[in-house]
């Protein structure tokens, strides 16, 4: 069985009917299977992010659903501080750490403009670095929502 099983295989990878695999006939197959590989590798790590991003996205809206509703305007304001904070918060564990401090800091920027001007992406990463150094009161371990509100 094995010895047909290597014939079948040999007879694929044998392009010019030689009876020999050649190391370009070798080089050709390992190329095409590498590939096939790579292109499977691509498509589980795609599924995996819709994964995570579906599972961010019900654990946000299980947050939201815990929440109690605001009863005064103060209430309100933290309701959408927290809001803010979940959406940002994309891996759910109440701390907003690297790429997430980076979307804040977009968020901030793109929404309020000192002095009625638009920052540049320079002013952006330093008057974003000036509020985290002030805000972060763990010492830079990342924004709790404490620390955010």
């Known amino acids: 069985e094995r010895a047909e099983q290597g014939s079948k295989l040999l007879g694929r990878l044998d392009a010019n ?17 590498c590939g096939s590989i790579e292109r ?6 795609q599924r995996v992010d819709a994964d995570k991003t579906a599972m961010a996205h019900r654990e946000q809206a299980r947050k939201a659903e815990r929440r109690p509703k605001p009863s005064s305007a103060i209430d309100r304001g933290i309701a959408r501080a927290q809001k803010k904070f979940d959406q940002l918060d994309v891996d759910g564990n109440g701390v907003l750490k690297g790429a997430e401090l980076n979307e804040l800091g977009e968020w901030v920027w793109s929404t309020f403009h000192p002095g009625g001007k638009q920052l540049n992406a320079t002013e952006r990463a330093e008057q974003g670095s000036k509020i ?7 010492a830079g371990r990342g924004m709790s929502f404490e620390e955010f509100s």
């Open 17 to 33: 009917g030689d009876g020999r695999m050649s190391f370009e006939e070798f080089s050709e197959w390992f190329q095409e299977t």
């Open 40 to 45: 499977h590798r691509r498509e589980l790590a």
């Open 132 to 138: 985290l150094r002030r805000l972060d009161a763990n």
